[in-house]
Each structure stands twice: as structure tokens, then as C-alpha cells.
């Protein structure tokens, strides 16, 4: 398709268990970005992968997540051990080559994750 | 303090009216995004300014580099405009994001 996909768009998962959440960017682009929205709150930024830069992972909340970019394309969010604490709509941002003036960023409809 | 600090948080209107939402930052930027969520929580991209002013329908966005400040400005709202706005910057020259913490608009008709 022409626009960021994510998969799935809900996953319920027990606590304890990991969870795999995927980020299809739209082709060509770059930069991706993770962030996660916990119910009522604002958008949280999570990692940030730009080319074949080291990421930026200082929003990462705890060691039990991690990402990765396979081939410069794909993302996976892994949060292993999953607490309840985790629950939130998790989207995925892509955008273009950075160049002056910035670059127009798509969002994904987001992964609903609940934990119980 | 956040680097991307919005108001006001919550915001009514009656259809009609014009309704503004400010957002100030601290950081370098090399541009400043204003997105909407509706509920559902699918987020659209509405605009990106590195400068001045743009408009689209009855939507108006304009930024002052040295002030650190945007505002993103409706005209004549519509019920339909109900949403939570967001600004965003990326910082400059990384491209990385930072989120203000959304206004959220209802117009009422």
C-alpha cells in the first residue's frame, strides 16, 4: 500500500508474555519512528532509526524493549515480559531523506496493545 | 519542562467561531508539524512549516522562528473539527521528534 502499515491493529497478550509489533514504512523512506500513546496521555516518543545511522533510543522506557530495522525498511517493536504498565496504542511514523526544512512525517493507525 | 509545550489543554467552541491553539518550544528546530487525532486514534499530518505561514481551507498555520512559537488558527469550526490537535518539531539536524501534549477541541453546534 502507499501508506505506513502496522500489524495488528489490536493484540491482547497475558502479563509476562513478549509481544512482536510490526512497522511497515512507506517505501524509500528513511527515517521511522516508534512512539506510544497510554490512554489520555500525549504521544511518547519511543526510538528513532534514521538510514544506517545507530538509532536513537533514548525513549526506550525500559530494557525489556527494543527495535529493529531489518534491511533499512521493516520495523519490529519487541517488548518482552509485558506489563500491565505497557498498554497503550504503539504507532510508527515514517519520513523522506532528511534535507532543510524537515520532512513530512505519515503515520500508521497504531497497534492497540492490552495487557491483562 | 517539555521542549514542545501547547494550550490551551482543552478547548470548546461553538460552531462558527475562530479557535486558536499556540505551541512554544525550546529546542532548535528545522521544521514544526500540526497534526490531528480523531477519536479512533488515527493521526493526520495537517501541516509542516519551517517558516512564515501556510494555509489550506479553513485551516492557517504560521510560525516565528525567533519567538519559538506557532499557532495553528480554524476558522468558521465546524462541529466536525472536533479532535486533539498536536504540535510537533523535529529537532534540528537530526530529524528526531518531539510532542506537545495535544490541545483537545470540541465545537459544539
Known amino acids: 500500500g502507499a501508506g505506513v502499515s502496522q500489524s495488528p491493529s489490536n493484540k491482547v497478550t497475558e502479563k509476562g508474555k513478549d509481544v512482536e509489533l510490526r512497522c511497515d514504512p512507506i517505501?524509500?523512506?528513511?527515517?521511522l519512528y516508534w512512539y506510544r500513546q497510554s490512554l489520555g496521555q500525549g504521544l511518547e516518543f519511543l526510538i528513532y532509526?534514521?538510514?544506517?545511522?545507530?538509532?536513537?533510543k533514548s525513549g526506550l522506557p525500559s530494557d525489556r524493549f527494543s527495535a529493529e530495522r531489518t534491511g533499512g525498511s521493516v520495523s519490529t517493536l519487541t517488548i518482552q515480559r509485558t506489563q500491565q504498565e505497557d498498554s497503550a496504542v504503539y504507532l510508527c511514523a515514517s519520513s523522506p531523506a532528511l534535507r532543510t526544512g524537515g520532512s513530512e512525517a505519515f503515520f500508521g493507525q497504531g497497534t492497540r496493545l492490552t495487557v491483562v | 519542562k517539555n521542549e514542545v509545550e501547547q494550550s490551551p489543554q482543552n478547548l470548546t467552541a461553538q460552531e462558527g467561531e475562530f479557535i486558536t491553539i499556540n505551541c512554544s518550544y525550546s529546542?532548535?528546530?528545522?521544521?514544526l508539524h500540526w497534526l490531528q487525532q480523531h477519536p479512533g486514534g488515527g493521526i493526520v499530518s495537517l501541516f509542516m512549516l519551517s517558516s512564515g505561514k501556510k494555509k489550506h481551507g479553513r485551516l492557517i498555520a504560521t510560525i516565528n522562528i525567533q519567538e519559538k512559537h506557532s499557532s495553528l488558527h480554524i476558522t468558521a469550526s465546524h462541529p466536525r473539527d472536533s479532535a486533539v490537535y498536536i504540535c510537533?518539531?523535529?529537532?534540528?539536524?537530526?530529524?528526531?521528534?518531539?510532542f506537545g501534549a495535544g490541545t483537545r477541541l470540541t465545537v459544539k453546534p
Open positions: 510537533a518539531v523535529q529537532v534540528h539536524n537530526n530529524n528526531d521528534m518531539r
Open positions: 532509526f534514521q538510514g544506517n545511522s545507530a538509532p536513537d
Open positions: 517505501s524509500g523512506h528513511t527515517a
Open positions: 529546542v532548535g528546530i528545522s521544521a
